[in-house]
C-alpha cells in the first residue's frame, strides 16, 4: 500500500501539484522570514560579530551595545592585570548627527571609534588593513558601502557631523548596523566628534582578547563584580551578542513586529496547505472507495494519505530549499541583511515537514466518504 502512495504522486501529479507549490511558497516564506529576521536583528551585534575580541567590558546592566554608557578608564587597567588577557582596546561610540553635501537633512548615525592599527580587534572581520591605515588621517571616516545613498556623499565627499567636518575615505562591507547608519572612526576622531562633556576622559567600551578564546566565560565571570575601578560589567562576546539581540527582538517594537509577522505567516501556509491537500484527497475519493470495496481497510488507506502528505511535504521542501537558496544570495548581491543558521534551517524543515504531516491528519477525514457504496451514486 505505501507503494500505491508513490505511484499515485506520479501518476496523479496534476491532481497533488497544488498542494506541493502550496508547501513550496509557505516553506519559502518560513525561510526568507527566518533569514530576514536573523539578517535585521543580527546587524543589531555587526560590532561584536564582526570582531575578533573575546570579552567585552561596559556599563553594568547594558542591554544592547547601542545603549553603552561610558566607564572609567582605569577599567583598562583591571582587564590588563589579569594574566588570561593577552591585550586590550577602548572602543568609543558616539551618538551623532550626520549631515551630508546634498540636501538630505539629518541622519542618525552611530560613531565606532576604534584603534585603526592594521592588527586591531574591532571591525576585524569587515575593515581591511589598508581601509584601517587611511583612518590615520585627520577627521577621516568609512561607511558601508550600502550606507552611501542614505548618507547622499561618495568616496572623498566631506560632510558634517555634531557640527566637525568629516571626509569619507572609504566604504567597507558588513558594518550595516540596526537603529541607525554606523560611521567608523579612528579614537582621535571620535572623541572630537563627541561634543557630551560627560564622556571626556572615558571610554563606552573595553574589549580584550585572550590568550586562550576558551576561557572567556571564566575570566569573564572572574572579572565581574569588581568595583574598586569604577562601575563595570564584564560579557563573553557570545553572550553580549545575543544579549543584544535578544533586546531589538523582544523588547522593541519592531521586533514583536517582525515576530507577529512570522507566526502569521506559518499560519496562512498551514491554511492554505492543508485546504489544498484535503482537495487532493477528495478528488480522489472514488478510488479510495474502489480499493475500499476490494478489501482495503480503512487503515491501510490513512496510511496511503499519510504518506502522500509526506512526498508532498518533502517535494515543496526541496523546492522551498532552492527557491530560497537563490533568493538569498540575491538579497545578500543587493546588500539586503540577511543571515541564516544551522539551527534555523533544521527548525524550518521540521516546521514544513509538519505542516504538511498535519496537513495530511486533516486530510483523513475525508476518507470517511470513501464508502463503497459511493461508487453507485
Request: glycine fraction near 10%; aromatic fraction near 8%; include cysteine.
Amino acid at each position: 500500500m505505501v507503494a500505491l502512495a508513490r505511484k499515485t504522486l506520479v501518476y496523479e501529479w496534476r491532481r497533488f501539484l497544488p498542494a506541493i507549490l502550496a508547501v513550496c511558497f509557505a516553506g519559502l516564506l518560513q525561510l526568507l522570514q527566518a533569514a530576514l529576521v536573523l539578517g535585521i536583528f543580527g546587524s543589531a551585534s555587526v560590532y561584536i560579530t564582526g570582531s575578533s575580541a573575546d570579552l567585552w567590558a561596559g556599563y553594568p546592566g547594558t542591554q544592547s551595545v547601542n545603549l553603552g554608557r561610558s566607564i572609567d578608564t582605569d577599567v583598562e587597567m583591571r582587564l590588563l592585570m589579569d594574566p588570561a588577557i593577552s591585550r586590550v582596546e577602548p572602543f568609543h561610540w558616539v551618538d551623532a548627527d550626520w549631515r551630508g553635501p546634498s540636501d538630505n537633512g539629518g541622519v542618525s548615525v552611530f560613531v565606532s571609534g576604534i584603534d585603526p592599527r592594521p592588527d586591531g580587534l574591532m571591525f576585524s572581520q569587515a575593515l581591511s588593513p589598508e581601509l584601517r591605515q587611511r583612518l590615520n588621517e585627520p577627521n577621516a571616516v568609512v561607511v558601508d558601502r550600502a550606507d552611501l545613498s542614505s548618507l547622499g556623499v561618495n568616496v572623498g565627499d566631506s560632510a558634517i557631523i555634531n557640527g566637525r567636518r568629516v571626509q569619507v575615505v572609504g566604504v567597507g562591507s558588513g558594518l550595516r548596523a540596526l537603529g541607525g547608519v554606523n560611521v567608523v572612526a579612528s579614537l582621535a576622531t571620535a572623541r572630537d566628534l563627541d561634543t557630551d562633556s560627560a564622556n571626556v576622559g572615558r571610554m563606552t567600551y573595553f574589549v580584550a582578547k585572550l590568550h586562550n578564546p576558551a576561557d572567556a566565560r571564566v575570566v569573564a565571570k572572574r572579572l565581574r563584580g569588581a568595583t574598586s575601578f569604577g562601575p563595570y560589567e564584564v560579557w563573553t562576546a557570545k553572550n553580549f551578542a545575543r544579549r543584544s539581540k535578544m533586546y531589538w527582538m523582544l523588547d522593541t517594537g519592531a521586533g514583536a513586529a517582525v515576530l507577529f509577522l512570522a507566526g502569521i505567516v506559518f499560519l496562512v501556509g498551514a491554511v492554505i496547505t492543508s485546504q489544498t491537500l484535503v482537495a487532493a484527497v477528495v478528488g480522489s475519493v472514488r478510488e479510495y472507495a474502489t480499493l475500499n470495496a476490494l478489501g482495503v481497510g480503512v487503515g491501510a488507506l490513512r496510511k496511503v494519505v499519510l504518506e502522500q502528505a509526506f512526498w508532498v511535504g518533502a517535494l515543496g521542501l526541496l523546492g522551498s530549499l532552492i527557491l530560497g537558496g537563490v533568493l538569498f544570495l540575491l538579497a545578500r548581491s543587493y546588500s539586503v541583511p540577511v543571515a541564516f543558521s544551522f539551527a534555523a534551517i533544521i527548525a524550518c524543515v521540521v516546521l514544513i515537514l509538519g505542516l504538511a504531516i498535519v496537513s495530511g491528519l486533516a486530510a483523513m477525514r475525508s476518507l470517511r466518504r470513501a464508502d463503497p457504496a459511493t461508487l453507485l451514486r
